[in-house]
């Protein structure tokens, strides 16, 4: 079974690059200086749908920069690619970003780099695996007014201080599970200050930082504390996600996205009156959905 799972697999990985290459016919996106940049990691494989990905939402924006992370993987001839379809786009490679002690991998330089372009500009997170369907025009406001933002899930119990988030993960009986982000969850009850910081159960693959809106001294300092309360642990691939739900929490004012309309893909999820789909890993071919909608968008980005 595990081998028919694996042919599945890759029969659909090359099924939706083919599906893909139309975004090569979509107009190329001008960049412009506007404070507001699209920041991502890539790799090789998923060079075609990242650009379905920033072309469905950039059709709101029409402004701001593109960064590109690439994990090492990219090659000449894609980086070629990425420079014609997106025009002004910033590339860097992901050995160059000055992670300021913090650990490297798991998309960490990712965060940091959000983090560090908020700074200077408000700066948006965009995966690779991302659709944005139809125009997403609160996405565009919270950019005017400067609000941060996460990709929320249905079961979210919103946004908690660290030891009522600890207490919610033991109500749910998950501490049993010792994937590093239940383990860090639970460790936030154990933390200084655990009246007085905020953690929210958000996904990374989607979200906002204000301009000014956070500091890497809070994540470095975060992170410290967590490695000292779990340990090794704290080195798995996952804990990058768990950073960037500290960070966005306690962003002056910041919030979750409507899950009516900013949503994971999954089998219980409707996408009706979706305005933006994670199609994340576990069910990113769930029932061919991903396919359909991609035909539809660049069908819609061509006309």
């Known amino acids: 079974m595990s081998i028919l799972v694996s042919l599945n697999h890759r029969f659909n990985t090359w099924l939706l690059s083919k599906k893909c290459r139309r975004v090569l ?24 749908p990242y650009l379905v990905a920033i072309k469905s939402i950039y059709r709101t924006f029409k402004k701001g920069g593109v960064i590109v992370l690439s994990d090492g993987s990219l090659t000449s001839k894609d980086k070629q690619i990425l420079r014609e379809q997106i025009q002004g786009i910033d590339i860097r490679d992901i050995s160059d970003v000055d992670l ?11 965060l ?16 690779a695996d991302l659709i ?51 383990v860090s969850e639970l460790a936030l009850g154990l933390m200084e200050n655990g009246s007085d910081q905020f953690y929210q159960r958000t996904t990374s693959a989607f979200a906002g930082i204000a301009k000014g809106g956070a500091k890497l001294t809070d994540l470095i300092a975060f992170s410290k504390e967590m490695e000292s ?65 991609i035909e539809k968008i660049l069908a819609d980005l061509q006309s």
């Open 100 to 110: 300021c002690g913090l650990q490297s991998g798991g998309t960490w330089e990712r």
């Open 25 to 48: 016919k979509v107009a190329a996106i001008k960049t412009t200086d506007d404070p507001l940049v699209f920041v991502s990691q890539l790799r090789h494989s998923d060079l075609l």
């Open 229 to 293: 309360t779990i340990g090794d642990k704290w080195y798995e691939w996952g804990s990058e996600q768990v950073g960037s739900n500290y960070i966005v929490a306690n962003a002056p004012n910041s919030i979750e996205l409507d899950t009516r309309f900013y949503m994971n893909n999954g089998p219980d999820i409707d996408l009706t009156d979706a305005k933006l789909i994670h199609f994340f890993g576990t069910y990113r071919f769930y029932q061919k959905r991903y396919f359909g909608i």
């Open 112 to 127: 940091v780099t959000l983090v560090q372009e908020s700074q200077k500009r408000y700066a948006i997170q965009v995966d």
């Open 132 to 182: 944005t369907t139809q125009e997403v025009s609160e996405i565009f406001q919270l950019w005017q007014d400067n609000i941060s933002f996460a990709l929320a899930n249905p079961n979210s119990p919103g946004k908690l201080t660290f030891r009522g988030m600890a207490d919610w993960i033991k109500e749910q009986g998950l501490t049993h599970i010792q994937h590093v982000t239940i």
